[in-house]
């Protein structure tokens, strides 16, 4: 069982940045995959970004170049720095972690609120 609670939200003006934190219950040295994930009102959750146990990343494209996922271990931490933010980033940013064992585990946080206003 791994409990995320997301923080790191809240109203900035466009052009503006925002770090978000994904606080996880336990270690997350072994957890396979972490990312953020965000759900504008009326639209479907969509990827964000992610991050391999081996630090490998993926963004979607239209963060690429101004969002930056990391993961500190030691911390047990999940972090989304966002800069450049636009009016289109205002969604709720949730956190997801997916453990790889002899089945496949998928735990989400509650999510922060990101409101960029124009």
């Known amino acids: 069982q791994v409990q995320l609670v997301e923080s790191g939200g809240g109203l900035v003006q466009a052009g503006g940045s925002l770090r978000l934190s994904c606080a996880a219950s336990r270690s997350i040295f072994s957890i396979n995959v972490m990312g953020w994930y965000r759900q504008a009102p009326g639209e479907q959750r969509e990827l964000v970004a992610t991050?391999?146990?081996?630090?490998?990343?993926n963004y979607a494209d239209s963060v690429k170049g101004r969002f930056t996922i990391s993961r500190d271990n030691a911390e047990n931490t999940l972090y989304l720095q966002m800069n450049s933010l636009k009016p289109e980033d205002t969604a709720v940013y949730y956190c997801?972690?997916?453990?790889?064992?002899?089945?496949?585990?998928?735990?989400w946080g509650r999510g922060t609120q990101v409101t960029v206003s124009p």
């Open positions: 997801k972690a997916t453990v790889r064992k002899s089945f496949e585990y998928i735990y």
């Open positions: 991050i391999t146990s081996g630090d490998t990343t």
